[in-house]
């Protein structure tokens, strides 16, 4: 069984940064892109970054770029997304997410991590 | 990057069928297969319930199907039962290797 788990939200003043985690099992994780998807308080859902199986790609929203860096360990099953520069509107519950093909569907996603920003 | 239009809310009786609409251009549902759906109950993740337009993964029920016309997706639930009541949301693959959602549809079972 497919299992994601994030870690490292929390409470951050803006302009501060923040590297959230998720721990992948149950599956070959370094055959898949993996995403990140966050959602505001009360919002829908909006697309954050994807990084390749490889990690050599990595593909941004235009309202995270130049700010939040997507990675992956594939030797440790595990996905990064640093974030730099934090804004109020960044405050929400980030997910990861397993692609099932780069970019098109998220077949399996972890509970979310809650990212607050404010001073 | 703009998302992709869903009706904010929609309703309907046990029993009956709905279909959710998911409108966007050329530059994303009308011009690629990779249109999504996915259902969120309140406080958990969302789950996937059909991508590619029409497929369903293995355990998803087959009262959820999917369809594209043009620019507009659409996703109709039939048989509504009680659980099927949450936030639905659409997503496509769009040019320029980004992910698009829909602002979601709230569905409630009367």
């Known amino acids: 069984e497919v299992h994601l788990l994030e870690s490292g939200g929390g409470k951050v003043q803006p302009g501060g940064s923040l590297r959230l985690s998720c721990a992948a099992s149950?599956?070959?994780?370094?055959?898949?892109?993996m995403t990140w998807v966050r959602q505001a308080p009360g919002k829908g859902l909006e697309w954050v970054s994807t990084?390749?199986?490889?990690?050599?790609?990595?593909y941004y929203a235009d309202s995270v770029k130049g700010r939040f860096t997507i990675s992956r360990d594939n030797s440790k099953s595990t996905l990064y997304l640093q974030m730099n520069s934090l804004r109020a509107e960044d405050t929400a519950v980030y997910y990861c997410?397993?692609?099932?093909?780069?970019?098109?569907?998220?077949?399996?996603w972890g509970q979310g991590t809650l990212v607050t920003v404010s001073s | 990057q703009s998302a992709l239009t869903q009706p904010a809310s929609m309703s309907g009786s046990p029993g009956q069928s709905i279909t959710i609409s998911c409108t966007g251009t050329?530059?994303?549902?009308?011009?690629?297969?990779?249109v999504s759906w996915y259902q969120q109950h309140p406080g958990k993740a969302p789950q996937l319930l059909i991508y590619?337009?029409?497929n369903r993964p293995s355990g998803v029920s087959n009262r959820f199907s999917g369809s594209k016309s043009g620019n507009t997706a659409s996703l109709t639930i039939s048989g509504l039962q009680a659980e099927d009541e949450a936030d639905y949301y659409c997503?496509?693959?769009?040019?320029?290797?980004?992910?698009?959602f829909g602002g979601g549809t709230k569905l409630t079972v009367l």
């Open positions: 997410a397993k692609d099932r093909i780069t970019i098109s569907s998220l077949d399996y």
């Open positions: 149950g599956l070959l994780f370094s055959s898949y892109a």
């Open positions: 990084v390749s199986d490889s990690g050599a790609s990595t």
């Open positions: 050329s530059s994303d549902v009308g011009g690629y297969k990779y």
């Open positions: 590619e337009v029409t």
């Open positions: 997503s496509s693959y769009a040019r320029g290797d980004t992910l698009v």
